[in-house]
Nanobody
C-alpha cells in the first residue's frame, strides 16, 4: 500500500504561486499514475491534474494554463506548481496514486490546505 505525504500548502494572495509536493513510499513509483485532486468546503472532490507513468498529462479545465504537474521517478515525488492563483482555488489538495496494472490499487494522501486570499 502506498504512503503519500503532501507538503507545500499554505496561504497565498490572488495572483500568487504555491508548489505542492507529494512524496510516495511503499510502491514501485514508475508503475503508478500520479494525480492531484481538490475538495472545497461543501463540494465534491474533483480532479486537478494527472500524470501517467508514460507521460500523459491531463488537466482540469479550471486549472489548465495555470497549474503544472510533474513527477520525479528518482525521488518518487510528484509536484503541482500552481500559478495565477485565485480564491476559487482554495481547497484541500490531495495526492493520488493509481496503479496502472492489476490490481489497480488507489491510494490517497492526507491532504494539504491551500487558501488563496483576494
Amino acid at each position: 500500500q502506498a504512503q503519500l505525504v503532501e507538503s507545500g500548502g499554505g496561504l497565498a494572495q490572488a495572483g500568487g504561486s504555491l508548489r505542492l509536493s507529494c512524496a510516495a513510499s511503499g510502491i514501485r513509483f514508475s508503475d503508478y499514475a500520479m494525480g492531484w485532486f481538490r475538495q472545497a468546503p461543501e463540494r465534491e472532490r474533483e480532479l486537478v491534474a494527472t500524470h501517467t507513468s508514460s507521460g500523459t498529462i491531463v488537466y482540469s479545465d479550471h486549472v489548465k494554463g495555470r497549474f503544472t504537474i510533474s513527477r520525479d521517478n528518482v525521488k518518487n515525488t510528484t509536484y503541482l506548481q500552481m500559478d495565477s492563483l485565485t480564491p476559487e482555488d482554495t481547497a484541500v489538495y490531495f495526492c493520488n496514486a493509481r496503479q496502472e496494472g492489476f490490481p489497480y490499487r488507489i491510494s490517497w494522501g492526507q491532504g494539504t490546505q491551500v487558501t488563496v486570499s483576494s
